[in-house]
C-alpha cells in the first residue's frame, strides 16, 4: 500500500490508500484491514463504497460475496445489503451495515476509517 497522500486537503489523516483505481472494476469487491477493523470496498455504478467488512448476521466476509449494482450479497446466507447506505435490502439479516468515506482520487481509491 502506498503512504503518500500528496497535499490533498480532502484526505486527513483518517484516510488510507487501498488500491488503484483500475484494480477496482465494476461489482469488484476487496476487502482490507486497518488495526482491528475490517472493511470491503466496492464499485457500484461506477461509484466507490466503503463498509464494514464482516455481515452483520453472522460471521461471514463480505468481500466473498457478490456485489450486483449496489446490492452487496453475503456470501453464507445471502442477505442483501445496500452498499450506498449499508441498509438491509433483504434478510435474513436485520442490522444495516456501518458504512465509511470512500474516494477515488488520481487513479487511486482511498477509504475513511471514520463512519460515513
Ligand atoms: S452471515 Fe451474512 S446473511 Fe448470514
Known amino acids: 500500500?502506498?503512504?503518500?497522500?500528496?497535499?490533498?486537503?480532502?484526505?486527513?489523516?483518517?484516510?488510507?490508500?487501498?488500491?488503484?483505481?483500475?484494480?477496482?472494476?465494476?461489482?469488484?469487491?476487496?476487502?482490507?484491514?486497518?488495526?482491528e477493523e475490517t472493511f470491503v470496498v466496492g464499485r457500484g455504478e461506477g461509484n466507490v463504497y466503503a463498509v464494514e467488512g464482516i455481515c452483520t448476521h453472522a460471521y461471514a466476509e463480505l468481500a466473498d460475496g457478490e456485489l450486483d449494482g449496489t446490492c452487496l450479497t453475503c456470501p453464507l446466507h445471502f442477505a442483501?445489503?445496500?452498499?450506498?447506505?449499508?441498509?438491509?435490502?433483504e434478510g435474513p439479516a436485520e442490522t444495516p451495515l456501518r458504512v465509511y468515506?470512500?474516494?477515488?482520487?488520481?487513479?487511486?481509491v482511498w477509504v475513511s476509517t471514520k463512519r460515513g
Open 80 to 89: 442483501c445489503f445496500d452498499i450506498r447506505d449499508g441498509s438491509v435490502l
Open 1 to 35: 500500500m502506498a503512504d503518500s497522500k500528496g497535499a490533498n486537503p480532502i484526505l486527513d489523516d483518517t484516510y488510507t490508500y487501498v488500491c488503484a483505481s483500475s484494480e477496482l472494476e465494476e461489482d469488484d469487491l476487496i476487502e482490507f484491514e486497518t488495526g
Open 101 to 108: 468515506g470512500a474516494i477515488e482520487m488520481d487513479g487511486s
